[in-house]
């Protein structure tokens, strides 16, 4: 190699060299089409045009793009979400650190997530969503596939079974557990107390993949590798709690504002669209969801989120 050549550059060839040789591959040629590439744009790299072509509201009300864009974001935040929780399922060596700072980051996608709800609660007209979501049935966020991937990934899939039918199903098959999964059982209609269709087409697309993925993370979901690394280690319990407050209450409750607002004054309304007993099925305090039981005291389960909602009205 040309002795004249600066010496971290040479080094750097000679490195290639030695990555290209390894793959029996002429680096030369991978020189030239270098020479002719373009340079990388921010637009290509983030797929700007894509991912602006991406919103096709249903309606000509202005304010279905702000609902369409909300969802979108919240979807790219839950991935954030499940990418932190797969690092933490299959990374070997695990240890407090990494797992720390995987939580706080899950902690702040989720606390980002509740301080934007307002973007739905207070940033739509309301006669502009009234109208245009009688187009989008029966779609419904509740049909977020990641949404339940963030439940299987995070907890033993008993503590996703509703509390009626949990003790008797505490050691059956996943698939007789899958049955009795909250959502499934406290989603009905308003008027017949039946399945809604929002129900079922999402049951009939991913129900078989949500018992895929409950087989696959029984072992190693976040509650587990908790069992299995860091039990009682204080930093990790107060992340876990602070999780389990956010995905359990916290973002529940500024959705459930959501629904209070817009929807509040029509039931009659929303049973004529089959819509579900939401009033009955959103509340954290019926669903009674904590991905990490043990890590509360009964009075805490039975108040479920009571004092932190109580704590977190006062700051503000
Ligand atoms: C104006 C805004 C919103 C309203 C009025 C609303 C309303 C509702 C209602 C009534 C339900 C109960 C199921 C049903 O009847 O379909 C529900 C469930 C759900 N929605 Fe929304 N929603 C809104 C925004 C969002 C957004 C931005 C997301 C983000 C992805 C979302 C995600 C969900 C999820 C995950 C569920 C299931 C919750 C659970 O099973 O506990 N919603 N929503």
Not at 142 to 164: C, G, H, W
Request: charged share 25%; aromatic share 12%; glycine share 4%.
């Amino acid at each position: 190699m040309d002795s004249s050549l600066d010496p971290t550059l040479r080094d750097l060839l000679t490195r290639l060299q030695q990555k290209y040789d390894v793959m029996g591959q002429d680096l030369t040629s991978y020189l030239d089409g270098l020479l002719h590439a373009d340079y990388l744009t921010y637009w290509d790299y983030i797929h700007l045009d894509t991912l602006l072509s991406l919103q096709n509201p249903k309606t000509s009300f202005p304010d279905e793009k702000v609902f369409i864009i909300y969802h979108q974001i919240t979807e790219l935040y839950f991935n954030l979400v499940l990418w932190e929780m797969d690092q933490l399922s299959h990374k070997p060596d695990l240890d407090e650190k990494f797992f720390v700072a995987r939580l706080d980051r899950m902690i702040r996608y989720f606390q980002n997530l509740c301080a934007s709800f307002d973007i739905m609660t207070d940033g739509m007209e309301r006669e502009q969503f009234l109208n245009f979501r009688m187009s989008l049935l029966p779609a419904s966020g509740f049909q977020s596939a990641q949404y339940r991937l963030i439940e299987l990934k995070s907890t033993d899939m008993i503590n996703l079974v509703d509390p009626v039918s949990r003790p008797g199903m505490t050691g059956k098959p996943l698939s007789d557990q899958l049955e009795k999964l909250y959502w499934r059982s406290g989603a009905t209609e308003l008027s017949s107390g039946k399945k809604t269709l929002t129900l079922r087409q999402f049951e009939e697309k991913y129900i078989q993949s949500f018992l895929e993925i409950g087989k696959d993370f029984a072992g190693k979901n976040l509650w587990q590798i908790y069992v299995r690394n860091f039990e009682g280690r204080e930093e990790v319990i107060k992340r876990m709690r602070e999780f389990d407050l956010l995905a359990n209450v916290f973002w529940p409750l500024s959705h459930m504002k959501s629904a209070a607002r817009y929807l509040h004054k029509d039931p009659e309304d929303i049973k004529a669209t089959g819509g579900t007993n939401w009033q009955k099925y959103l509340p954290p305090r019926f669903q009674k969801i904590h991905f990490f039981p043990t890590l509360w005291s009964d009075t805490e389960k039975a108040e479920w989120g009571r004092p932190a909602i109580e704590k977190a009205m006062s700051r503000s």
